[in-house]
């Protein structure tokens, strides 16, 4: 069984800052990507920011120059700085990450979080 928790949403100013945190646990054996997604009622996930278990980012291009996607593979946890925010940005984010579990080592498999609401007021 794989958890992927997520923290750090919440109501802030245009202009304001927000990080958000997504730790997996579990019967973890490894993890390749991890990414942050939004997705707006009745849509689907956009990608926000991924990153590679070897440090490999890559952003949307709404974000580039104001998110920062990072992650501790020690704590199996990942970061999204967000700053200069927008009202634009308001949405739910989802963490996502592909993981395989012990027992399964070479076979990953898609985990989401269950969301956390940024809501940016202007």
């Known amino acids: 069984q794989v958890q992927l928790v997520e923290s750090g949403g919440g109501l802030v100013q245009a202009g304001g800052s927000l990080r958000l945190s997504c730790a997996a646990s579990?019967?973890?054996?490894?993890?390749?990507?991890m990414g942050w997604y939004r997705r707006a009622p009745g849509k689907q996930h956009e990608l926000v920011a991924r990153?590679?278990?070897?440090?490999?980012?890559h952003y949307a291009d709404s974000e580039k120059g104001r998110f920062t996607i990072s992650r501790d593979n020690a704590k199996n946890t990942v970061y999204l700085q967000m700053n200069s925010l927008k009202p634009e940005d308001t949405d739910v984010y989802y963490c996502?990450?592909?993981?395989?579990?012990?027992?399964?080592?070479?076979?990953?498999?898609?985990?989401w979080g269950q969301g956390t609401q940024v809501t940016v007021s202007s």
């Open positions: 996502n990450a592909e993981i395989s579990i012990v027992g399964s080592p070479f076979n990953y498999y898609s985990y």
């Open positions: 579990g019967s973890i054996f490894s993890i390749n990507t």
């Open positions: 990153i590679r278990s070897n440090g490999d980012t």
